[in-house]
């Protein structure tokens, strides 16, 4: 199983300023990372596929960097509305899996 | 466009069979090259994969979960459905339902709400 492990569990940021989120895999998902956005009591939401490609919707201040083991999510400047939790998901070919990261607070300083 | 809602118990007893379904509106389940996935994420905690069906019927289970987990789908009534047997408290979770993309890389989009499910006697 591939094992994604993302950094910091924390990060504390004031709005306006840039967050840098990391997420590391145990071996190479190529460009096969995705980065989802979750509020309380909601559902994650879709930012970026492949890496590096925002979905539909997600403002420009969001970026996600990276491939084969190494990614960066990368907020440009923080609106109030960003502060959540971040996870990255890869994709396993064979066998078919999925895994997620555990996840990045990010809050308010 | 499309819109996916999870029904089901959300109570239900240790050794039982978890049961839900998920109901796709805004598009046909059938259209597209598109899997329809489970996904868990205990109170407080991250996210783990269950599963996943494609239209045809084929299946993927999360190899830590296979020997408890079934996945339907009924095309007619544009669902698809979860089976996870012999449950224990560690099955206590908010379950959400995903389309799940298949174009050279994969993710998720768009999720349901989520279900809380808690296991207790």
């Known amino acids: 199983e591939i094992v994604m492990t993302q950094s910091p569990a924390t990060l504390s940021v004031s709005p306006g300023e840039r967050a840098t989120l990391s997420c590391r895999a145990s071996?190479?998902?190529?460009?096969?990372l995705a980065w989802y956005q979750q509020k309380p009591g909601q559902a994650p939401r879709l930012l970026i596929y492949?890496?590096?490609t925002r979905a539909t919707g997600i403002p420009a201040r969001f970026s996600g960097s990276g491939s084969g083991t190494e990614f960066t999510l990368t907020i440009s400047s923080l609106q109030s509305e960003d502060f959540a939790v971040y996870y990255c998901?890869?994709?396993?070919?064979?066998?078919?899996?999925?895994?997620f990261g555990q996840g990045t607070k990010l809050e308010i300083k | 466009q499309v819109q996916l809602q999870e029904s089901g118990p959300g109570l239900v007893k240790p050794s039982q069979t978890l049961s839900l379904t998920c109901t796709v509106s805004?598009?046909?389940?059938?259209?597209?090259?598109?899997?329809w996935s489970w996904i868990r994420q205990p109170a407080g905690k991250g996210l783990e994969w269950i599963g996943r069906?494609?239209?045809?019927?084929?299946?993927n289970y999360n190899p830590s979960l296979k020997s408890r987990v079934t996945i339907s789908v009924d095309t007619s009534k544009n669902q698809f459905s979860l089976k996870l047997s012999s449950v224990t408290a560690a099955d206590t979770a908010v379950y959400y339902c995903?389309?799940?993309?298949?174009?050279?890389?994969?993710?998720?989009?768009?999720w349901g709400q989520g279900t809380l499910v808690t296991v207790s006697s």
């Open positions: 995903a389309r799940e993309w298949v174009v050279v890389n994969n993710w998720f989009d768009p």
């Open positions: 805004g598009g046909s389940i059938s259209s597209g090259s598109y899997y």
């Open positions: 069906i494609y239209t045809s019927g084929s299946t």
């Open positions: 071996q190479s998902v190529s460009s096969n």
């Open positions: 492949g890496a590096s």
């Open positions: 998901q890869q994709y396993n070919n064979w066998p078919p899996s999925y895994t």
